[in-house]
């Protein structure tokens, strides 16, 4: 606790850390941020009192320079080819436990920090648990730590935290056909996130496209 304490305000430091809005005082519930830097999952969990468990790519939970963090933070890794079974039963164990669940529902890492297409996959089990889903924008990450960058520049981030979705607002899309309600509801989360960072949602910006 002392140590996770002391690196979090090492963090607020040196990114002069700037929170608006907060997520509920007690979990269960679910963290769904965007991502634009590997610096994400650290200022996020830097900036929430509750401890909290990630969901990442097994890659990303193996990496060289973080994946001690990722690691002994006990997030769960995420294999790109599929035979989570255990990860999903890690996901909801967490949840039933009324911790705090953190999801990057894009499934990847934003190179140019704009909004990417939600990951279904990444959002089901949410909609299984039945608990409330809090949208988070992660604003300045990607100009302090963007991918390929070799050291962290001492820029704001601002992350703000939107109003949480309720289960029974994701239930109620689809019509009734679970396939469509998991797509309705993935871009509804996308929408929420991307509202806070000032973007659109990429799943808008195509569907418009499209018309046009």
Same mark, same amino acid.
Request: charged share 20%.
């Given at each position: 606790?002392?140590?996770?304490?002391?690196?979090?305000?090492?963090?607020?430091?040196?990114?002069?850390?700037?929170?608006?809005?907060?997520?509920?005082?007690?979990?269960?519930?679910?963290?769904?941020?965007?991502?634009?830097?590997?610096?994400?999952?650290?200022?996020?969990?830097?900036?929430?009192?509750?401890?909290?468990?990630?969901?990442?790519?097994?890659?990303?939970?193996?990496? $060289?320079? &973080? *994946?001690? #963090?990722?690691?002994?933070?006990?997030?769960?890794?995420?294999?790109?080819?599929? !035979? %989570?079974?255990? @990860?999903?039963?890690?996901?909801?164990?967490?949840?039933?436990?009324? $911790?705090? &669940? *953190?999801? #990057?529902?894009?499934?990847?890492?934003?190179?140019?920090?704009?909004?990417?297409? !939600? %990951?279904?996959? @990444?959002?089901?089990?949410?909609?299984?648990?039945?608990?409330?889903?809090?949208?988070? *924008?992660?604003?300045?990450?990607?100009?302090?730590?963007?991918?390929?960058?070799?050291?962290?520049?001492?820029?704001?981030?601002?992350?703000?935290?939107?109003?949480?979705?309720?289960?029974?607002?994701?239930?109620?899309?689809?019509?009734?056909?679970?396939?469509?309600?998991?797509?309705?509801?993935?871009?509804?989360?996308?929408?929420?996130?991307?509202?806070?960072?000032?973007?659109?949602?990429?799943?808008?910006?195509?569907?418009?496209?499209?018309?046009?």
């Amino acid at each position: 606790q002392a140590f996770r304490w002391s690196f979090g305000s090492c963090l607020r430091v040196w990114f002069r850390l700037r929170v608006e809005g907060a997520p509920p005082a007690r979990g269960p519930f679910v963290l769904a941020a965007n991502h634009t830097s590997f610096v994400d999952p650290l200022v996020l969990g830097a900036v929430t009192r509750s401890r909290v468990v990630y969901m990442m790519t097994e890659v990303v939970w193996r990496s $060289r320079a &973080l *994946g001690w #963090f990722y690691r002994w933070n006990r997030a769960i890794p995420i294999r790109a080819r599929g !035979g %989570n079974r255990d @990860a999903m039963r890690a996901a909801r164990s967490v949840l039933q436990q009324g $911790r705090v &669940l *953190g999801i #990057f529902p894009e499934g990847g890492l934003s190179r140019d920090g704009l909004p990417m297409l !939600g %990951n279904p996959g @990444a959002v089901s089990l949410v909609l299984q648990e039945n608990v409330p889903i809090v949208p988070v *924008g992660i604003v300045g990450a990607h100009d302090a730590f963007a991918p390929g960058a070799r050291w962290p520049q001492p820029r704001r981030i601002t992350i703000r935290f939107g109003a949480p979705i309720a289960p029974a607002e994701l239930d109620a899309l689809g019509g009734g056909d679970r396939r469509q309600r998991l797509r309705e509801a993935t871009t509804t989360i996308m929408r929420r996130i991307a509202a806070l960072t000032g973007h659109e949602a990429r799943e808008d910006v195509l569907a418009r496209a499209a018309r046009a």
